[in-house]
């Protein structure tokens, strides 16, 4: 069975074809602003664009055509509405053309499936950080529950805001790790509350220091360390609860090397196994989304009646029907 899945939730237009549980295609266009963070309708203008393009490569890079497809499936939530409403209005049409079934999908669970299908991760925890959601996850009970969140911005949003206002670059995860390698540590606020997290006041703190004359790489550096080490606790403390004996580090963020040596080391330490994404699906990517639609359809999920999307569509709230 070959499900094509479309992302289009914030800056990533992409288009992934799964068959089964292997990857066929996984193209994308990434939308970059000129100036400034995410603005919806560029976005949304940029995913119109492109989504015919897209479409094309993956199914060039399957090597089959669009009549092959069995299932559609799209990112329905959560989101920026205008780039939503472009991944549903395209997954309709597509569903439309081919006369095949069309499935919801959950952006947030589609990271964490993708990633325990590319690392044969079986029961983990999962620290799902990307631009737009900081979770700490684990499944319960017939859904992905949530242990520990961030209760302003996300991390990846913190780093790309703090990089763009420093230096004029845009996603700035791979120019925030290089900086932070010469970097020296400077205190920054360190904020756990319970389970939870906050980003927004270290990022004031380090913006502000940046404008008093700190340098970027120590700035950088006490950014990382202060905020993945307060992943690394929420983390340690949600495996420790729940009894599991894997962690699962997936989303954009998760490219990250030394958030990956923090976690690493924890688990070491409490012997649990460690997984990371690979790179290529670190972020929005369709290929998670057709991999995660093909689960839920094949367990018995409805074809959506009509489709919709969801801006603010957690990911405790969906029923997890191919877990059993």
Wanted: charged letters at 25%; aromatic letters at 8%; glycine letters at 10%.
């Amino acid at each position: 069975m070959i499900c094509l899945g479309i992302e289009g939730t914030a800056h990533t237009l992409g288009v992934g074809i799964v068959m089964d549980e292997k990857v066929l295609a996984n193209s994308r266009d990434i939308y970059k602003p000129e100036k400034g963070g995410i603005h919806p309708i560029e976005a949304k203008e940029h995913h119109e664009r492109v989504k015919e393009a897209v479409l094309e490569s993956a199914l060039k890079e399957a090597g089959i055509s669009i009549d092959n497809i069995d299932i559609i499936a799209y990112s329905a939530g959560p989101g920026l509405p205008p780039c939503l409403k472009v991944a549903m209005e395209f997954a309709k049409e597509l569903a439309l053309r081919v006369k095949k079934p069309l499935v919801e999908v959950n952006h947030c669970i589609a990271h964490i499936e993708i990633g325990k299908l590319m690392t044969k991760a079986r029961d983990p925890i999962t620290l799902y950080v990307s631009g737009g959601n900081t979770q700490v996850l684990g499944f319960a009970s017939g859904r992905y529950r949530v242990f520990g969140e961030t209760q302003d911005i996300a991390i990846g949003n913190a780093i790309d805001t703090f990089i763009r206002e420093a230096t004029g670059k845009h996603l700035g995860g791979r120019h925030f790790d290089e900086l932070a390698k010469s970097g020296s540590y400077i205190e920054l606020p360190y904020v756990v509350k319970g389970m939870d997290l906050s980003f927004s006041g270290i990022l004031t703190s380090a913006l502000q220091k940046f404008k008093k004359g700190e340098k970027i790489e120590d700035l950088c550096y006490s950014m990382q360390e202060t905020t993945y080490a307060m992943l690394t606790e929420v983390t340690e403390r949600a495996l420790a609860h729940t009894g599991k004996k894997e962690v699962l580090l997936t989303g954009g963020v998760a490219a990250s090397l030394r958030l990956q040596e923090m976690l690493k080391t924890m688990c070491e330490e409490r012997g649990a196994k460690f997984f990371v994404v690979p790179r290529e699906f670190a972020g929005d990517c369709g290929a998670m989304i057709a991999y995660t639609g093909l689960l839920a359809y094949k367990n018995g999920l409805k074809p959506a009646e009509k489709a919709d999307f969801y801006q603010r569509w957690r990911t405790d709230e969906v029923e997890v029907n191919w877990i059993k």
